[in-house]
C-alpha cells in the first residue's frame, strides 16, 4: 500500500508564487489549503489541520492575526497562533531571505525547518517529508546561523544540564516526545503508560522548568537541541 501523502498548506503572499509551487511539488504532497496574509493562514490551517505548513517569513498581517508585531513578523505570528493551537503541525519557513535574524526568529517561534526560495521543487518536496517526519531542515548555508544561535556555549551546556536534573528519566522520556508534536495519547501509546500518567509527568514537567504551556516546552527543547 502507497503511503499517504503528506498533506501540506502553503503561505505566501504572492498567488503566483504558491501556484507555481503548488505545480513543483512531488506526487507525495498533497497541497490542502493555501493563504496570502497571516490572518487568513491561521484560519486555513485551523481548518485543514495539514501535516506541514509551508510558511513566508514577510508575510502581511491580515487582521488580527500578527497584531502582536510588524507586519514582516507575520510568518512568525502565524506559528504563534497556530503552532499551540494544533501541536502535530510542523512549520517549514520557505523564504527569499537568508537573513540570520530572520532565520534565528522564526526558528525561536517554533519552525521546524528554513530553507530559501532558490530550492527546487525536488528540494522542497524531500525537505517537507523530512519535517513531517520529525527532522529539522535548513539550507546548507543557513545551517551556521541556527548552531550559532541555539548552541553552543559551554555555559548554556551546563546549563541545561542543570535544568534536564530536575527531571525524573521518565519526566525526561515524556519531555521530548511532547516537545516533538506527540499528542498524549501517541506519548502513552510510546511508553506503554495511562494518558493520567502522562498528563501528570506533564503538569510535573512544566511546573519544574517554570514553562506555561506546551508550546513553551517545544521552544525551550528546541534552543537547547534537545528534539
Known amino acids: 500500500m502507497a503511503e499517504a501523502p503528506v498533506r501540506v498548506v502553503i503561505v505566501d503572499d504572492h498567488s503566483i508564487f504558491r501556484s507555481g509551487l503548488r505545480a513543483d511539488l512531488d506526487d507525495s504532497i498533497e497541497v490542502v489549503g493555501e493563504a496570502g496574509d497571516a490572518a487568513s493562514a491561521v484560519s486555513v490551517i485551523e481548518a485543514t489541520r495539514p501535516d506541514v505548513v ?21 510568518g512568525e505570528a502565524v506559528i504563534r497562533a497556530a503552532g499551540p493551537v494544533l501541536p502535530t503541525t510542523r512549520f517549514l519557513a520557505l523564504s527569499v531571505s537568508d537573513a540570520a535574524e530572520d532565520v534565528v526568529r522564526v526558528i525561536r517561534a517554533g519552525a521546524r525547518g528554513y530553507i530559501t526560495k532558490g530550492s527546487s521543487g525536488a528540494e522542497v518536496s524531500r525537505a517537507v517529508r523530512a519535517i513531517a517526519e520529525g527532522d529539522a ?5 543557513l545551517a551556521g546561523f541556527v548552531l550559532d544561535a541555539f548552541g553552543a556555549a559551554v555555559g548554556e551546556t551546563a546549563a541545561t544540564s542543570d535544568e534536564l536534573d530536575r527531571l525524573s528519566a521518565r519526566e525526561q522520556e515524556v519531555m521530548r516526545l511532547i516537545a516533538r508534536g506527540y499528542a498524549y495519547k501517541e506519548v502513552a501509546a510510546e511508553l506503554f503508560i495511562s494518558m493520567k500518567t502522562v498528563e501528570s509527568h ?6 519544574k522548568l517554570q514553562l506555561s504551556s506546551r508550546y513553551e516546552l517545544t521552544a525551550w527543547a528546541s534552543e537547547r537541541r534537545l528534539l
Do not use: E
Open 54 to 74: 509551508l510558511l513566508d517569513v514577510h508575510l502581511p498581517s491580515g487582521q488580527g492575526a500578527a497584531a502582536s508585531g510588524p507586519d514582516a513578523a507575520g
Open 137 to 141: 531542515v535548513f539550507s546548507p548555508r
Open 202 to 207: 506533564v503538569s510535573a514537567v512544566l511546573r
